[in-house]
């Protein structure tokens, strides 16, 4: 299908490049902007406040108006140097693009195209499986390995500067031009598919599958909450992962859990020094109303040593631990962590990226098996906080 390039106006920052372009179609106009109000160095370029750095970018002036009928949607945010951002559960941290659907209606991705360049015949197919919800967002990760789910891009993200241009199945565009990036930059719009001066802003990490506006944060679990466990050394029955699972049994404790170690709120059975209990498990319930409006999840997880992680019965997150390939490698409650955890991550609060389409309306559960790296280990630990972002 014959795509026409119909662009609309756009303004990206240069982040360290002086040069703004911007695109409109059918030939691509350029304007030079001063960028030099934007400060992308590490200790100034967002950090964890809210808003980031204001760029500046996008004169209010200057550059060609927006188009009348624009995108259902628009890319809102990506990092394309990702070195110590998001991180999957593999332990991978992919460079990533976020697009936004401003519309009230789910849009399905079946007939969107995305491009790295100028160029429409280096475009990509999304996966017509995949669909942005009314008013929400979906994470793409551009690490050019489209077989590991419908989510990966056969693109990349080039921190040195480059375009992205997004298509819709009628053929209408919108082609975004940055230049170089530092890592773990953001470049991301001030609210949602915004055009024109004063649209975009830089922001450390950036906030992947987070509000830009209009959105509302719910904590469903919070760190140093109490949990439902088991440290007897004996698998729980299969169903223990499941909402219907009565857990009434089990000890109850506030976090963090653990043994062997100080900051710990609960201590759990260990057992015998050289032969420890290589699995412990942990539950905790919650209530979730108007669950069709949770876009995203955020887990933040203690753990020490490695962890498997289900919500409703589904295994989301294996951390520290092997990798099952085509069931060469078989995961279970035996299984030692990848590796020991010591020192400073011991404490360590690493953050998850996990659908909200997990959720259910009312009960859910997360359920996570602990597991050692060694039989002699000397400690254990685990808290959690889950955060819902809803419309």
């Known amino acids: 299908m014959g795509r026409t390039l119909a662009l609309v106006a756009v303004w990206a920052l240069g982040c360290g490049s002086k040069d703004l372009e911007v695109g409109k179609g059918p030939a691509l106009n350029t304007a030079s902007v001063d960028d ?12 964890d406040s809210a808003g980031g750095d204001s760029a500046g970018a996008g004169p209010d002036s200057a550059g060609p108006p927006p188009a009348d009928d624009p995108l259902e949607l628009c890319v809102d945010e990506w990092v394309a140097s990702n070195v110590g951002g998001l991180r999957l ?12 659907n401003n519309t009230s209606t789910e849009v399905s991705l079946a007939g969107w195209v995305l491009t790295d360049s100028d ?8 996966d017509p499986s995949l669909s942005v919800p009314a008013d929400g967002v979906l994470v793409l990760f551009a690490d050019g390995e489209p077989h590991r789910g419908a989510q990966h891009l056969e693109l990349s993200l080039d921190a040195g500067g480059e375009s992205i241009g997004l298509f819709a199945p009628d053929g209408q565009g919108e082609v975004l031009h940055y230049g170089e990036v530092q890592r773990d930059m953001a470049i991301m719009r001030t609210t949602p598919c915004c055009s024109g001066g004063g649209c975009w802003t830089l922001r450390r990490d950036g906030s992947p599958g987070a509000p830009t506006a209009g959105d509302a944060r719910e904590t469903l679990i919070a760190l140093g909450s109490s949990w439902r466990y088991i440290d007897t ?3 729980p029955d299969p169903t223990w992962v499941t909402v219907a699972f009565n857990d009434s049994a089990w000890a109850l404790g506030d976090a963090p859990l653990g043994f062997g170690d100080t900051h710990l709120n609960t201590v759990v059975a260990s057992g015998p020094e050289g032969a420890r209990n290589l699995s412990t498990w942990f ?18 997880l203690m753990v020490d040593d490695g962890a498997r992680v289900w919500i409703n019965g589904d ?3 294996r951390i520290n631990l092997p990798t099952e390939v085509e069931g060469e490698v078989e995961v279970n409650e035996t299984t030692l962590a990848s590796a020991a955890v010591s020192a400073i991550n011991e404490t360590a ?3 998850y990226a996990i659908d909200g389409a997990t959720l259910v309306e009312g009960g859910n559960v997360v359920a996570v098996e602990v597991h050692q790296a060694t039989a002699s280990s000397s400690d254990l630990g685990l808290d959690a906080q889950l955060t819902a972002l809803r419309l």
């Open 36 to 47: 030099s109000g934007s400060n992308t160095s590490g200790d100034s370029a967002g950090g």
């Open 283 to 300: 539950r905790q319930e919650f209530y979730v109303e108007d669950a069709h409006r949770v876009h995203d999840l955020e887990l933040d």
């Open 119 to 126: 160029d429409l015949a280096d475009g990509v197919d999304l």
């Open 89 to 100: 559960a593999d332990g991978k941290r992919p460079d990533w693009l976020e697009l936004r």
């Open 349 to 351: 609060v690493v953050r």
């Open 315 to 317: 295994e989301l997150l």
């Open 233 to 235: 050394n004996e698998l």
